[in-house]
């Protein structure tokens, strides 16, 4: 414990930062800015089923099969590879954006 200095004091904490930019800001920035690109990269049925099945959380593949006049097994698969578009965008050092 010799040289080892605990910093549990919330002030002297709040003190220290106090005046300095939350550093995570400019990263959640960035990550909000990339997902709207990818997001807009998405054809029109991968973003409509995308929007259904996260914005309307209780909908399922044969509810958004109906709503666009799919069967489930294509909405599943226009679900899976907006997915795998987005995550193949959204990863680190990705410079597919």
């Known amino acids: 414990m ?4 605990l910093y549990t004091d919330h002030e002297f904490l709040t003190d220290l930062f106090d005046g300095i930019e939350n550093p995570f800001d400019e990263a ?8 709207v690109s990818s997001l807009s990269e998405l054809n029109q049925e991968e973003y409509l089923v ?3 099945y996260h914005e309307e ?4 593949y044969k509810e958004i ?20 578009k987005l995550q193949s965008k959204l990863q680190p050092n ?3 954006i």
């Open 50 to 52: 995308l929007s259904l």
């Open 28 to 35: 959640e920035k960035k990550l909000k800015n990339k997902m």
């Open 65 to 84: 099969g109906q709503i666009m006049s799919i069967n489930d097994s294509d909405a599943y698969k226009i679900h899976l590879i907006a997915m795998l």
């Open 2 to 5: 010799k040289n080892e200095i």
């Open 57 to 60: 959380e209780m909908i399922n």
């Open 94 to 96: 990705s410079n597919k």
